[in-house]
């Protein structure tokens, strides 16, 4: 790791009033890296980007961005930053082009500047054949593309994207996977918040799992999956609450653990298919068989005791 790192928080806090919606975390995040926080709402991820941005007050403990103080530096650091916000910002009424027109303004670039790498972003996005359209006739996906373009204007260094895909399709959620993927290869450092655990594997190199406002895990998806979970996972579902707790006795013979949960049963095993098989010749029956790698979902669970969607 280099020694001056893009963002370091120690012992972050943010409270508001008596309720701490971050407790004194620590994480760092290097040059040219995406780094994810992973974690269900309400678990403190997008508090800390509030306060990564210099728009929410540090309440305890210490962050610098870009070698800076939030507390004194909030303005250079912006100028400096790309913002991707949970929630669209966009004017509907203007038209595609305009929105990064009028945003890089904001930045104090010359005209015939912006103008140049609003087209240039416009095609990055894939939206130059609707550059003269309303905001308001473009789909979820085409206004969260939009947004990321227009958070590139001025060329940022570090891009903070809160919860980027939530709401999207599908083909849209993979169509700003693969935007924020090239972005990473130009050297354009990302952080993103994420409850969705297969965007968090897609697009960070490191992360760090965050509940009831503490870090509760970090390293890359690889490191955490092999270090907290099994290679593989077997889910069993039931047609009946009784055929499933009929079925525990001779889950828990097999694998190395399991989780009960309130729609289907967990396996944790190095060998799916072959637990899967035995179960069967035990005569477990159930309604379906799945057997699947493990993922960043299994390592939340066997943190938390909850999945990411409780």
């Known amino acids: 790791m280099s020694p001056d790192p893009l963002i370091e928080g120690r012992r972050l806090t943010k409270r508001f009033g008596e309720f701490v919606a971050v407790d004194a975390v620590d994480f760092r995040v290097e040059q040219g890296e995406a780094f994810g926080f992973l974690g269900p709402n309400g678990a403190g991820k997008t508090s800390t980007m509030r306060m990564i ?14 070698s800076m103080d939030p507390a004194t530096d909030g303005t250079s650091i912006r100028a ?8 669209d910002t966009l004017d509907l009424e203007l038209t595609v082009r305009d929105n990064v027109l009028i945003y890089g303004r904001y930045f104090d670039l010359p005209r015939n500047v912006v103008r140049e790498r609003a087209d240039a972003l416009l095609e990055f996005v894939q939206l130059t ?14 206004r969260r593309r939009l ?13 903070l994207l809160d919860e980027p895909t939530t709401g999207l399709d599908p083909q849209a959620r993979h169509l700003v996977w693969e935007r924020l993927y090239r972005l990473k290869r130009q050297g354009v450092t990302l952080v993103l918040t994420t409850h ?23 390293g890359s998806p690889r490191e955490l999956i092999d270090r907290h979970s099994t290679r593989e996972v077997v889910e069993l579902r039931f047609r009946t ?17 399991y989780e ?6 967990l396996l944790y095993t190095s060998n799916g298919e072959a637990d899967a098989d035995r179960l069967t010749n035990d005569g477990v029956r159930p309604d379906s068989v799945l057997v699947r790698r493990s993922s960043l979902e299994d390592v939340f669970l066997t943190l938390t005791g909850r999945t990411l969607e409780e």
């Open 53 to 66: 941005g210099c728009i929410s007050p540090v309440s305890d403990g210490e962050l610098r961005v870009l």
């Open 80 to 87: 400096r930053l790309g913002v991707v916000p949970q929630e």
């Open 129 to 142: 054949d609707r550059r003269n359209d309303r905001v308001d006739l473009l789909s979820g996906g085409m």
């Open 147 to 159: 947004t990321v373009a227009r958070a590139l204007v001025n060329r940022p260094e570090l891009m």
């Open 196 to 218: 969705y655990m297969d965007e968090a594997e897609q697009l960070c190199d490191r992360l760090v799992i965050m509940d009831d406002g503490r870090i509760v895990a970090a």
């Open 241 to 257: 609450d009784e055929d499933r707790e009929k079925a525990l006795p001779h889950v828990a013979a097999v694998g190395e653990r």
């Open 260 to 265: 009960a949960l309130a729609d289907r049963i």
